[in-house]
């Protein structure tokens, strides 16, 4: 498949500037692969499509603030500093992205706060707009991360054009957040609430959690028509012996094995054992998934709706066919449901 296959006109008032007022009231897409039937419902009628030991794998991961704004010496021009991932704890090193990018060079100083009482060093170019930092602070290792959680802002993606807001910090955030250390929410997990869940676990549906910390590769545009020739970033995952024997024991009994996420899919698919059962795993994994390919684990998924010729749709279509997503996402622009990180879902049984 090419990556013109994937493309498709998507009006831009169905970006999602805000999320649903409540988080299992937003709109529900039904997929039905073996009817090749669609529905529509509300997030929380999702209940009605799930019996007891049914499974759900959910990603844990926790966003933190990665957004900071600092200003350059001398100059004092704005600075937007976007942390990508840790390198060096002792070293206080970091890969990040600079905005604007053209006017910061190995050797610069940027200072942020009020008080300046943080500063980081330029170190070393690594991608046109990235950069290796030197963070330099006066305190311990875990007065040094706070520092930047109270500097931090919510890092929404790009497209959301407004300013952070004080809720973005609970909303942009799953209900299950726990391991910190990605850039971007998993976001077919924002839907649940405490509420919803709680009913899924009295009707005896069972939960696994895995983490796999978004980066922002995830959403790095393909460039190329041959999508074998795509590279995605590589994205850090942990998949425990607990998770593993919830989802095992699911597979075993044929039970519905429920991927919140194409975060979870990549990440289950990254540890498939020779008997198409799950593995442990800990490390990272730059998998891209495109049809047509052949799923180990998961035989049911949640996830949004995605934009044109995203990594993220070509998984989806991977999993439900190419035809059937494309005639889905035909009637979600037509009945107006809301695309990408703060909008609706979809369920694929």
């Given at each position: 498949?090419?990556?013109?296959?994937?493309?498709?006109?998507?009006?831009?008032?169905?970006?999602?500037?805000?999320?649903?007022?409540?988080?299992?009231?937003?709109?529900?897409?039904?997929?039905?692969?073996?009817?090749?039937?669609?529905?529509?419902?509300?997030?929380?009628?999702?209940?009605?499509?799930?019996?007891?030991?049914?499974?759900?794998?959910?990603?844990?991961?926790?966003?933190?603030?990665?957004?900071?704004?600092?200003?350059?010496?001398?100059?004092?021009?704005?600075?937007?500093?976007?942390?990508?991932?840790?390198?060096?704890?002792?070293?206080?090193?970091?890969?990040?992205?600079?905005?604007?990018?053209?006017?910061?060079?190995?050797?610069?100083?940027?200072?942020?706060?009020?008080?300046?009482?943080?500063?980081?060093?330029?170190?070393?170019n690594t991608t046109s707009r990235g950069r290796t930092l030197r963070f330099l602070y006066d305190g311990s290792y875990d007065e040094f991360r706070q520092k930047l959680t109270d500097l931090g802002e919510t890092p929404l993606p790009k497209?959301?054009?407004?300013?952070?807001?004080?809720?973005?910090?609970?909303?942009?955030?799953?209900?299950?957040?726990?391991?910190?250390?990605?850039?971007?929410?998993?976001?077919?997990?924002?839907?649940?609430?405490?509420?919803?869940?709680?009913?899924?676990?009295?009707?005896?549906?069972?939960?696994?959690?895995?983490?796999?910390?978004?980066?922002?590769?995830?959403?790095?545009?393909?460039?190329?028509?041959?999508?074998?020739?795509?590279?995605?970033?590589?994205?850090?995952?942990?998949?425990?012996?607990?998770?593993?024997?919830?989802?095992?024991?699911?597979?075993?009994?044929?039970?519905?094995?429920?991927?919140?996420?194409?975060?979870?899919?990549?990440?289950?698919?990254?540890?498939?054992?020779?008997?198409?059962?799950?593995?442990?795993?800990?490390?990272?994994?730059?998998?891209?998934?495109?049809p047509p390919y052949d799923f180990s684990i998961a035989n049911c998924m949640i996830t949004n709706f995605h934009t044109p010729k995203s990594t993220l749709l070509m998984m989806v279509s991977a999993f439900a066919g190419h035809d059937f997503?494309?005639?889905?996402?035909?009637?979600?622009v037509k009945e107006k449901y809301k695309f990408y990180s703060y909008g609706d879902a979809m369920l694929i049984i």
């Open positions: 498949m090419k990556l013109s296959h994937f493309n498709f006109n998507l009006p831009q008032e169905l970006l999602a500037e805000y999320p649903a007022e409540n988080r299992d009231e937003s709109r529900l897409m039904i997929l039905n692969r073996k009817e090749q039937t669609i529905e529509h419902k509300e997030f929380k009628d999702l209940i009605d499509y799930f019996e007891p030991n049914d499974v759900m794998v959910v990603n844990n991961t926790k966003v933190f603030p990665a957004r900071l704004y600092g200003n350059k010496e001398k100059t004092g021009a704005r600075i937007e500093v976007f942390l990508l991932r840790e390198l060096n704890s002792e070293t206080r090193l970091w890969d990040v992205l600079v905005d604007p990018a053209r006017k910061i060079r190995i050797g610069n100083k940027l200072y942020f706060g009020d008080d300046e009482s943080l500063v980081a060093e330029v170190i070393d497209y959301i054009k407004r300013d952070t807001e004080p809720e973005d910090e609970e909303r942009y955030q799953t209900i299950y957040a726990k391991n910190e250390g990605a850039v971007a929410a998993p976001t077919a997990g924002l839907h649940f609430s405490k509420h919803l869940m709680k009913r899924l676990e009295i009707k005896g549906v069972d939960f696994a959690e895995i983490t796999l910390h978004v980066g922002l590769g995830t959403f790095n545009p393909v460039e190329v028509e041959d999508l074998s020739k795509h590279k995605m970033d590589s994205e850090e995952a942990y998949i425990t012996a607990h998770a593993t024997s919830v989802i095992n024991s699911g597979i075993d009994n044929k039970k519905k094995i429920c991927a919140v996420g194409t975060t979870v899919m990549r990440a289950l698919e990254s540890a498939v054992s020779s008997e198409r059962t799950l593995n442990e795993f800990r490390g990272w994994t730059n998998k891209f998934i495109f997503v494309k005639k889905a996402y035909e009637e979600a």
